[in-house]
């Protein structure tokens, strides 16, 4: 009589296995999903890639070295000129509150002129976004700059992100400025 | 014959995998393609910054004067016998997106 029981109780539960599966599958395939950018995820939806982000990231970063001389002035000139090429136009300037990059993108990349990166204690922070930076992030509009760019370089931006929330606007122009300048 | 041919598509093989090897390069972002466009900092903006407030240690600050140098530097050169300099005054009204008129 158990043995009945259990056997009901599993087709019951293979059945309602597959009625979700077809769901799914019906839903994925009849085009239902809102894919639109202007329309954000649901709860659910926007949890689950989340935690899928940020648990893959700090996996993946977790043995990565960070250098002993980020806090050098070579690196802010290096890599401030690199932001302000690659990245402003997302992450935005010092008094800057929104780009169209900004409006525009979904998940909406986050203002890196404010100290809000709570990622753990620095050197975690640092390789959290060394790992972000060199690889991108699936689906989120973030590149993987690796491809065109060496592991120095991109340190050399980390280390002009440490920096960024404390700069000025005019600090930040003479910095990022790709002077020729200097040059005499 | 045969031979001919199949240098010349060996030939042609290398110079198109060096085309495409170059091209890959060039497409990479180069810090010198931008530098050619880029806008020169706009260090008449650090001379109005409180000297005493700065921090000479802070890496911050050390940036800004390494920008800044060759700007201080064609000043200091370009002073006159009276301590005037058109150069200086060139710096001191110049917007940050006009190209230096100090490159040489």
């Not at chain 2, 931008?34 to 020169?40: T, V």
């Not at chain 2, 600050?61 to 050169?77: F, L, S, T």
Request: proline share 6%; with cysteine; net charge negative.
């Amino acid at each position: 009589m158990p043995i009945r029981k259990t056997l009901s109780c599993l087709r019951c539960l293979a059945a309602t296995a597959a009625v979700v599966l077809l769901a799914g599958a019906a839903y994925v395939y009849l085009g239902l999903y809102p894919i639109g950018a202007d329309v954000p995820h649901n709860a659910a939806t926007y949890w689950l890639l989340e935690t899928v982000r940020e648990r893959a990231v700090a996996r993946a970063a977790r043995d990565i070295s960070v250098p002993g001389d980020l806090e050098a002035s070579a690196r802010l000139l290096s890599g401030g000129a690199d932001y302000n090429d690659m990245c402003a136009g997302c992450h935005l300037r010092p008094g800057e509150n929104q780009s169209d990059f900004s409006l525009g993108l979904y998940p909406a990349p986050p203002d890196l002129t404010e100290a809000h990166d709570t990622h753990g204690d620095p050197a975690s922070r640092d390789r959290r976004r060394f790992w972000i930076i060199k690889h991108g992030i699936k689906a989120s509009g973030m590149p993987a700059w690796g491809p065109g760019h060496d592991d120095e370089r991109i340190w050399s931006m980390v280390a002009f992100l440490d920096r960024l929330p404390d700069l000025t606007p005019q600090q930040y122009q003479i910095i990022t400025a790709r002077s020729t300048g200097s040059q005499h | 014959m045969k031979t001919t041919c199949f240098r010349s598509l060996a030939g042609a093989a290398a110079l198109g995998s060096a085309a495409l090897l170059f091209s890959g390069i060039a497409v990479a972002h180069e810090p010198e393609k931008h530098a050619k466009d880029a806008e020169a900092p706009d260090c008449a903006a650090m001379m109005d910054m409180n000297a005493e407030e700065m921090d000479q240690d802070d890496p911050v600050v050390q940036a800004m004067m390494e920008q800044c140098r060759g700007h201080m530097d064609a000043m200091d050169h370009g002073s006159g016998s009276d301590g005037t300099s058109d150069h200086a005054e060139g710096h001191g009204g110049q917007e940050p997106s006009q190209p230096s008129q100090h490159e040489h």
